[in-house]
């Protein structure tokens, strides 16, 4: 079943706290097209495997000014895509995310790492498999501003973010060496205040 955005909103103002959010933080409605959450995994030292997620909600709540805010990814990790239906019903079963266990992927922030006026990471928790641990995600490319889109201006911001973990950290050893321990993560989002 899939939950209406103001639901997810309101689990993660539930999560990290109403007050945490600044006073003059916007809410920012996503353009679900240009949302994505990818990863790769090195095969046999050789290759990589591939692949996405197709069911990601975001709340983004930004305050450019005082560069701070709040970000809750979730992922459905039963919608992993990696081009191969094999690989894919592997990598659901409990020897990877266990998908019927752990119904979500999730990241929140806690913190916007700025040098000067550049966003140069966004740093939080990651909950996967049943397991919470710290996360960073770099940004590669972050920007704001406005816009024309058809006949309207309108204000955007949005980002590439770059972030590896250990697969293992999580409790994910099935495979090791021969299916790497990093694990790569891309994250692209495009937003503007709702």
Request: charged content about 25%; overall charge negative; hydrophobic content about 45%.
């Amino acid at each position: 079943m899939k939950l209406p955005f103001e639901v997810f909103r309101w689990l993660a103002l539930c999560v990290l706290g109403a007050a945490a959010i600044p006073a003059a933080a916007v809410q920012y409605g996503l353009y679900l097209g240009h949302v994505s959450v990818q990863f790769a995994v090195s095969h046999l030292d050789i290759s990589y495997v591939r692949g996405r997620f197709d069911k990601i909600a975001v709340t983004i709540d930004f305050d450019p000014a005082a560069k701070t805010g709040r970000v809750v990814v979730t992922v459905d990790p039963d919608s992993i895509d990696t081009g191969n239906r094999q690989i894919d019903n592997v990598l659901r079963t409990d020897q990877f995310l266990d998908t019927v266990a752990f119904t979500e992927i999730r990241f929140a922030s806690e913190r916007f790492v700025y040098e000067g006026d550049k966003l140069v990471a966004v740093e939080g928790r990651l909950w996967l498999h049943g397991v919470e641990r710290p996360l960073r995600l770099t940004a590669e490319r972050f920007v704001c501003k406005d816009v024309t889109l058809g006949l309207a201006k309108k204000a955007v911001c949005g980002g590439a973010f770059h972030a590896s973990f250990k697969r293992s950290d999580f409790g994910m050893t099935r495979f090791l060496p021969d299916v790497g321990d990093e694990v790569q993560l891309d994250i692209g989002v495009e937003a503007s205040p709702s």
